[in-house]
């Protein structure tokens, strides 16, 4: 497969995958007014948070070259599957970079009783890896 062809077989790819998404499964309103199956251009770059217009000559097969941060982020975006993750970076031409595993960090009682003191006022912990965690 040449370089064109691949191109054109990932927008193709991307177009399948976007119509396959349901506006529910990401957490938005359907809406009535839908022309297409699936998800919008738009809906997808901004849940990738990548510009409208980059993603569509993306769709298009036009000759750029994603990052492989924007493939991540469509891989998330339209919440891919380990093998079309793989199929994704292959249509790419970049190499799949190993699966982060995400570890849970827990919040320490204390901590958790500072929380707890702080109420009402908002308040929120960072991790390790500047990650966010989530308060029951």
């Not at 839908?34 to 980059?54: D, K, M, P, Q, Y």
């Amino acid at each position: 497969m040449n370089d064109s062809e691949r191109r054109l077989a990932l927008g193709n790819f991307l177009r399948d995958l976007r119509s396959s998404v349901s506006p529910l499964d990401v957490g938005l309103l359907p809406g009535n007014r839908r022309r297409t199956r699936g998800l919008r251009r738009e809906e997808v770059a901004g849940i990738a948070n990548i510009g409208l217009s980059w993603y569509t000559r993306l769709e298009q097969g036009r000759d750029i070259r994603p990052s492989v941060g924007v493939l991540e982020s469509l891989a998330s975006a339209l919440k891919l599957t380990p093998n079309e993750r793989r199929h994704l970076f292959l249509l790419a031409g970049e190499s799949l970079p190993p699966q982060s595993t995400i570890i849970e960090e827990k919040i320490s009682p204390s901590i958790q009783d500072m929380l707890n003191e702080l109420n009402p006022n908002p308040a929120y912990v960072i991790g390790k890896k500047w990650g966010f965690f989530s308060l029951e």
